[in-house]
């Protein structure tokens, strides 16, 4: 990274550009928060078992807990008949204790009660018969043995106290939430999400909202790189429209670097009104790259240094929409998980069998846009259409992006490519 400006007129690989850019990111700090508030974030610190869970022996099954040497022997043809001394519900404790020649009555959940080894599900037993014109029974006939333990979960099955139960490093999604609960946490300790600043660069721009106009067009890159920020777990902070002046980029860049990471669109080439790489220069250390990746040649990374000293990580974009998408799926997405204490991952890829050629025109590699479906446990791609970087309907109808290297020049139908998804819709499974 060179002070003022570096424009690196060599390709870079994109392995080589996330390596770079990866380097300038560090896991942020912990934040404490309602649990259902953290769902999606990452666990600051390991959470322990405070108590057993459960905390006493209770029925799997909603039936007789009894004592197993008591019914050995018991069968269809030949029950044996136990007297009914109570019943537990779940919620309530039991007030009479299992003795040889008794049964109590029991629910899922209830604790079970002293002398108790076993619990005999309702239809092995004959209460449907017995129960015909009667309200409670004074005795049960028993169908089938149990042996000892069966359908009684044990304190202590699920968490131990003291045991180590969720890792520091766990992404806290809906099993988790619960296993808290069951502990009765209210708040965990989270990494928190990174607030991303998106600013959108051209005096070509519109809002959308307002009137259109002849030789505007309207900003989509705030749009889709929010929702793309969002997607990744990141807190997106759309800033607008700079304009093609230093007044106005400057002022939009001292906005955005009150965030965690600051993403720009457009900028980033070699044209006449490309001002964007001359202002970063002034506000901090940037260098320019050439990607071997199509779309999204040219890319802008560096850090841009705050009036407080802070270094904010800036990602500069192509302005073609769908270019600005892929690099942010292959480098910002991924940026913002290191920042969440996330694995930097990939999007899960799958081998597809292509249904139409991917030309490589020259050596880049190229990431089209697709949509996989799946046919008689096949997968297959197909293109969503002209591959123009400026057709963001292209990307808006695609759930992959069918991959190209860089070393071949065209993948034929036929073909077996590997596809990066980016959902999984139902007709894919």
Not at 67 to 84: H, K, M, R, W
Not at 228 to 243: E, F, H, N, S
Not at 333 to 362: C, F, W, Y
């Amino acid at each position: 990274m060179r002070e003022h400006g570096h424009v690196n007129e060599s390709m870079l690989s994109v392995e080589e550009v996330l390596e770079r850019i990866l380097g300038f990111f560090e896991v942020l700090e912990p934040e404490e928060k309602p649990i259902l508030d953290a769902v999606g974030q990452v666990l600051a610190e390991d959470v322990s078992g405070t108590f057993d869970v459960p905390p006493w022996d209770n029925s799997a099954m909603d039936g007789y807990a009894v004592q197993s040497s008591d019914i050995s022997e018991a069968s269809v043809d030949s029950p044996v008949e136990l007297s009914v001394v109570g019943s537990v519900a779940a919620g309530h404790l039991p007030d009479k204790d299992v003795t040889t020649g008794t049964a109590v009555r029991i629910m899922t959940g209830a604790p079970t009660p002293e002398g108790a080894d076993s619990v005999v599900p309702f239809e092995d037993t004959d209460e449907s018969e017995r129960k015909a014109g009667q309200g409670s029974l004074p005795k049960i006939g028993i169908r089938t043995p149990t042996a000892e333990g069966e359908n009684i979960r044990p304190a202590g099955q699920d968490i131990r106290r003291g045991e180590s139960v969720l890792a520091g490093g766990t992404l806290l999604g809906p099993a988790a939430a619960g296993v808290l609960a069951s502990l009765g946490c209210t708040t965990v300790k989270v990494v928190r999400r990174p607030t991303v600043a998106i600013v959108a660069t051209g005096d070509e721009l519109l809002e959308p909202g307002t009137a259109p106009s002849v030789g505007k067009i309207f900003d989509t890159n705030s749009y889709s790189l929010s929702a793309a920020v969002a997607q990744a777990g990141g807190i997106p902070r759309k800033l607008g429209i700079a304009r093609d002046d230093l007044d106005s980029l400057s002022a939009k860049l001292q906005e955005g670097l009150a965030s965690d990471f600051l993403i720009t669109s457009a900028g980033v080439s070699k044209g006449d009104y490309d001002m964007v790489k001359d202002v970063l220069s002034k506000h901090g250390e940037i260098d320019f790259w050439s990607v071997r990746m199509r779309p999204a040649k040219p890319l802008a990374f560096g850090t841009l240094k705050s009036q407080d000293g802070k270094h904010v990580p800036h990602l500069g974009l192509p302005g073609n929409p769908v270019s600005a998408l892929v690099a942010f799926e292959q480098f910002g997405r991924r940026a913002i998980h290191k920042q969440m204490g996330r694995s930097p991952a990939p999007r899960p890829t799958i081998e597809a069998v292509l249904e139409e050629p991917i030309h490589n025109m020259d050596n880049r590699r190229v990431y089209a846009r697709a949509v996989v479906s799946r046919r008689n446990g096949t997968y297959y791609a197909r293109l969503t259409g002209h591959q123009s970087s400026n057709l963001l309907t292209s990307m808006a109808r695609a759930n992959g992006l069918a991959i190209c290297p860089e070393d071949v020049p065209m993948k034929d139908a036929g073909e077996v490519v590997t596809v990066q998804m980016l959902d999984w819709p139902e007709n894919v499974f």
